[in-house]
């Protein structure tokens, strides 16, 4: 295990398997159904990846990025709008596919704000879930893990831009949270 990684938190071959349940899950309830996975960078570009290669259904993807979070472990309300979508989902079925959601606070102002233009329906599909922390009641359709309150790299999450290309889950050492990788 790499110096920076005080435990692994979740293993890459359950993480493997928690992508094809959602998988089959979502395919089941689309069956006759196209859908457009909405990735929120950065966060969700890999769970992007292995989600999508588990659906059975025709889907399209497309890409927004938002910013709630400075350097820092814990989010600081603000949400804000860096990358728009190319595509117009007006009467499409969406699926928000997020990395992880804490607070709730960036899941809900998405859900308005993709809301407002009319797209047929709106699920929203997470990775990792950490309710203990939620601030407000937002819903989330599919949940791959739920994990504890802790601040968790790996797998597409970072800290401080840093651990996203880690292929397991982990928590970082006390000393790593600002020391190099
Ligand atoms: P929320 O608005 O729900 O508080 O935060 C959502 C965003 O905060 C996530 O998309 C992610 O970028 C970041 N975040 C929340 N918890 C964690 C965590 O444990 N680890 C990392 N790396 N990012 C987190």
Redesign the pocket.
Known sequence: MAKYVKEILIRRDEIAAMCRRLGEKISADYADREVILIG?L???YVFMADLARCLTIPCRVDFMS?S??GSG???S?V?RITKDLDMDITGKHIIIV????????????LRQLLGTRKPASIAVCTA?D?PE???VN?TVDYVGMQ?PD????GYG???DGK?RNLPDISILSDDSQGGAQ
Do not use: Q
């Open positions: 929120v950065k966060g969700a938002v709630s979070y472990t814990r989010s309300g949400v997020e990395d992880i959601v804490d607070t709730g606070l960036t899941l809900n102002h990792f950490k922390r939620r601030k937002v994990i802790e601040f968790i790299v999450l970072d800290f651990y």
